[in-house]
């Protein structure tokens, strides 16, 4: 089984991660900003990534660093639970319709973390979440994790409908990248042997 833990302790957040790349989709998720967990819910349900999140943050400040390290937490979790990344298919794409809204998601487990976010938000929050934090979770996941990942609402008005198929469609995008590739389970699915931009 692909799972990892993952600690990181600041000044201004606690948080513990645990994943489980080959789950059922099963969630446990605390970080003190409502719509953060039901986000994080919707990524491991529609991903079958089983995933258990405790955040302590300086929410008295504002879900900045909660939202960001938590990110980061995730990300660095799929990342150890990938390993060397020996087997998986690599890329997902994913196109997510929500009522009036269409997303596009694509990734790539190249371990070389790019993001490009086309999300254009039309009111300043969400529940308790300043809209802007959507991006630093976003890039948080892609930095820690190794993805390269393209994120697209390709028309939308209702920002909920946005942000939630951001999730959905990142979750099913991860669901197809991480898997087994029955055909070539023993190999990196890279032609340089490794993937990642290291030398």
């Known amino acids: 089984m692909r799972q990892a833990k993952v600690e990181r302790n600041t000044k201004e957040t606690q948080i513990t991660v645990e994943v489980n790349l080959d ?22 349900r529609h991903s079958l990534i089983d995933l258990k999140v405790r955040a302590n943050g300086d929410l008295h400040i504002d879900g900045h660093h909660t939202t960001e390290d938590a990110g980061l937490a995730i990300g660095e979790a799929i990342r150890q639970a990938l390993g060397e990344r020996t087997g998986i298919v690599r890329y997902g794409n994913a196109v997510v319709p929500m009522d009036e809204t269409l997303t596009r998601v694509a990734l790539d487990l190249s371990d070389r973390p790019y993001l490009i976010w086309k999300v254009a938000f039309n009111r300043p929050k969400l529940g308790d979440m300043d809209t802007e934090l959507f991006r630093e979770f976003f890039q948080a996941i892609s930095q820690a ?46 032609t340089k042997g490794v993937l990642g931009g290291s030398l």
């Not at 789950?23 to 491991?44: A, I, K, P, R």
């Not at 939308?156 to 029955?182: P, T, W, Y």
């Open 23 to 44: 789950g059922t989709g099963s969630y446990d998720v605390e970080t003190g900003l409502g719509f953060l967990d039901h986000m994080l819910e919707q990524l491991s």
């Open 145 to 190: 994790a190794g993805i390269t990942l393209h994120v697209e609402v390709l028309y939308g008005e209702n920002n909920h409908h946005m942000i939630e198929g951001c999730f959905k469609a990142l979750a099913r995008s991860l669901r197809q990248a991480v898997e087994i590739d029955s055909r070539r389970a023993d190999v990196v699915p890279s």
